[in-house]
C-alpha cells in the first residue's frame, strides 16, 4: 500500500526524507555487496542531497543512478548528472560511483545499447527517490510521451528514448517496470499542486498519470 507522510514544512521533509534514504542505504549494504540508489533530477531534492553527502555510508560501495537523463552534456545547465556531481557526490559520497544516462552521441537512441549494457550489470534498483511533476510525471515517463506505453510495459527495457511535448529536450528514462521493482521506492514532492495532483494520479490509470505506475508500495513524502 502507497503511504502518505504529511509535514509541515520543507526543512522537516528534507532532512526526515534524508534520514529515511540513509537508513534503507545501510540496509542494503547489508545485503549485497554493491548497492543501486536511483535518484531524480529538478529543482525539489538539492536539499536532500546536501543532507545525504555527509552521511556515514560506505559510499564506495554504492552506484548512483539518474532515475531519468535530459539528453544534453554533462556541463548543461539542464544536466542531472551535473545536478548529481554537484549536489550528491561531495563530502563522503565523493567515494560514490555515478551510473550515466548520457553518451556524447547525437540522440537518445544511439545510446541506448551500451546504457542498457551497463544497467544490466548493476540492476536492480535498491532504493530510489524519485520527483514528480504537476502533470503526474515521474522520472521522464511523462503522459502523451511518444514511447509512453512500452517504458509503461512489463516487458520495457530498462532505459529507453522518450520524448514529450512538456518536455524541453529529448531525454532517456528509466522505465515504470525498472523503479518499481526497487526494494524502497520514495516520491518527494512540495505543493498544493502536487498534493493535488497525486491524488488525482491515484484514481487514473498510468497511461494518464503515469507516476500511478510506481506507486504500489512507495511512501510518497509532502511538504507545503
Ligand atoms: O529530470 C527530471 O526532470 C526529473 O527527474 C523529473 O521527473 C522531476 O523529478 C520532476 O519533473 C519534478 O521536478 P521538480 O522537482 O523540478 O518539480
Redesign the pocket.
Known sequence: MTDFIDYPDTDMMMLQVARTLSRDLRNALGRRERVVFAV?????PGPVFDLLAAADLEWARIDILP??E?WVPEDHARS?ARLIRERLLRDKAAAARLIPLWRPLPAPSDAMAEVNAALSDILPIDVAL????ADM????LFPGADNLELALSDDAPAALPIWAPGADEPRVTLSARVLSEAYALHVLITGEDKREAYQKARKLSPNEAPIAAILGDATVHWAP
Do not use: E, L
Open positions: 531524480p533530477g529538478g529543482s525539489t532515475g531519468d535530459r542531472n524519485v520527483g514528480m511533476g510525471h515521474t522520472a521522464s
